[in-house]
């Protein structure tokens, strides 16, 4: 038979297992005992691929270099530039309909001008309206010729202070440029274009009436056309 003695330490000993029990509980929020095999924390230690981010579109590029360009002040010194950041200006997101129609308007009917005004009986089809077709984007289109430059493609590969330090360019992030690109104020162009009208209309009067035009005054107003560009 086991001595009273004996008995009496289990059942202390036990007494003692049950608070340490009690106490684990209480520190764990009440969660019951610390549970056998592998933790969650443990399972969820492998890491998991990072989602790659969204491929930058062409319009974020271009308006991307644009706020770079004029920020960095190489639209005040470089022809290069300010026509990048005109391409961006004149595209239907910053410019109004009627303007664009209003530029391609004038730069259609003054191509027609400069290749006619010597042949006075061509002079009758001439008319003030955009082009049939274009050889490029209306945006790079207008931005090459307000430069006076040669139509072609604009490269849009990055250069210079638009390179990021990194072995990779730095990707625009979508929504970047929202509010930073005010509207596209054209002024003068609707005026212009009237006037062209209305001297082309006075000299093809005067062919049909005396079978010749003016030349003299279809020169000076094509010498009196100025094309003034800012981007700030």
């Known amino acids: 038979m086991p001595r009273k003695d004996d008995d009496s330490f289990n059942e202390v000993t036990g007494l003692f297992q049950e608070l340490n029990n009690v106490k684990k509980e209480s520190l764990r929020g009440g969660r019951g005992l610390q549970p056998r095999g592998p933790q969650k924390r443990d399972r969820d230690k492998t890491k998991k691929p990072k989602r790659a981010g969204k491929k930058t579109t062409f319009a974020q590029e271009r308006k991307y270099q644009m706020l770079k360009l004029i920020k960095s002040g190489r639209t005040l010194r470089e022809a290069k530039a300010l026509t990048k950041a005109l391409a961006v200006g004149l595209t239907p997101e910053y410019l109004a309909k009627k303007d664009q129609r209003d530029l391609l308007s004038l730069e259609g009917g003054i191509d027609r001008l400069t290749r006619t005004r010597g042949q006075q009986t061509d002079l009758l089809k ?105 981007a700030n």
Do not use: C, H
């Not at 360019?169 to 003068?188: F, Y």
């Not at 093809?204 to 800012?230: H, I, P, V």
């Open 126 to 230: 001439v008319r003030f309206g955009p082009r049939a077709s274009f050889p490029l984007k209306k945006e790079e289109f207008l931005a090459r010729w307000l430069m006076n430059q040669k139509q072609k493609g604009i490269d849009w590969k990055r250069d210079g202070n638009l390179v990021g330090k990194g072995s990779k360019p730095a990707s625009s992030r979508p929504g970047s440029s929202e509010g930073k690109i005010a509207q596209t104020r054209v002024i003068g162009a609707a005026r212009t274009l009237k006037d062209f009208k209305r001297l082309v209309k006075t000299l093809q009067d005067l062919q049909r009436r005396y079978g010749k035009g003016d030349a003299k005054a279809l020169k000076e107003a094509m010498k009196s056309l100025k094309k003034t560009l800012r």
